[in-house]
T-cell receptor, first 112, second 114 residues
Framework: GDSVTQMEGPVTLSEEAFLTINCTYT??????LFWYVQYPGEGLQLLLKATKADDKGSNKGFEATYRKETTSFHLEKGSVQVSDSAVYFC???????????FGKGTRLHILP | SQTIHQWPATLVQPVGSPLSLECTVE??????LYWYRQAAGRGLQLLFY??????ISSEVPQNLSASRPQDRQFILSSKKLLLSDSGFYLC?????????????FGPGTRLTVT
């Protein structure tokens, strides 16, 4: 079935380090892909999205490119900050309706 | 602009007691509404989905029920809570546009069943 797999955390980095959180998906058809972020004690917020192959979503210094050939949507940031500490969810929508399939989330800790 | 509210923010309830969590959305009409549960160390589990007043789809069999008495109001209930009902409950809304799929989440309710 349709699913999202993302790297397990927690991921711990020092401030200003380079970040990659891997995400791969399995889906029929052509899904839209998303990264959501959840700050401590809060709900989820959409961070970025891409709706077709080779699209790059970007926001707040984060980027992810929709790679159809590798069915991936890895999240990257060149220089992380302490304020980026959160849980990051990779997700897809099959575009038949607006249900979203979420990965299990990756907790990110940034040390000052 | 659209906003989504959930209450209460935190709740501690004994096993066997009833539950009612409320979610309301402002600034949009006829949204699709969702209830998710997030258990510690696990991802998001979709519990219920509603496309309109009185229309509820249950995604997983469980001890909980949902109702949508008004267009922008979504309620999660239980007659008798179990320990396994503890978790972080999130309400979300969306308005489906082909190729979009975005959902907007409330701040959540942390439920502890003791």
């Amino acid at each position: 079935g349709d699913s999202v797999t993302q790297m397990e955390g927690p991921v711990t980095l020092s401030e200003e380090a380079f970040l990659t959180i891997n995400c791969t998906y399995t889906a029929t058809g052509y899904p839209s892909l998303f990264w959501y972020v959840q700050y401590p004690g809060e709900g989820l917020q959409l961070l970025l999205k891409a709706t077709k192959a080779d699209d790059k979503g970007s926001n707040k210094g984060f980027e992810a490119t929709y790679r159809k050939e590798t069915t991936s949507f890895h999240l990257e940031k060149g220089s992380v900050q302490v304020s980026d500490s959160a849980v990051y969810f990779c997700a897809l929508s099959l575009n038949r309706d607006d249900k979203i399939i979420f990965g299990k989330g990756t907790r990110l800790h940034i040390l000052p | 602009s659209q906003t989504i509210h959930q209450w209460p923010a935190t709740l501690v309830q004994p096993v066997g007691s009833p539950l009612s969590l409320e979610c309301t959305v402002e600034g949009t009409s006829n949204p699709n509404l969702y209830w998710y549960r997030q258990a510690a160390g696990r991802g998001l589990q979709l519990l219920f989905y509603s496309v309109g007043i009185g229309q509820i789809s249950s995604e997983v069999p469980q001890n909980l029920s949902a109702s949508r008495p008004q267009d922008r109001q979504f309620i999660l209930s239980s007659k008798k809570l179990l320990l396994s009902d503890s978790g972080f409950y999130l309400c979300a809304w969306s308005v489906w546009v082909a190729g979009s799929g975005e959902q907007y989440f409330g701040p959540g309710t942390r439920l502890t069943v003791t």
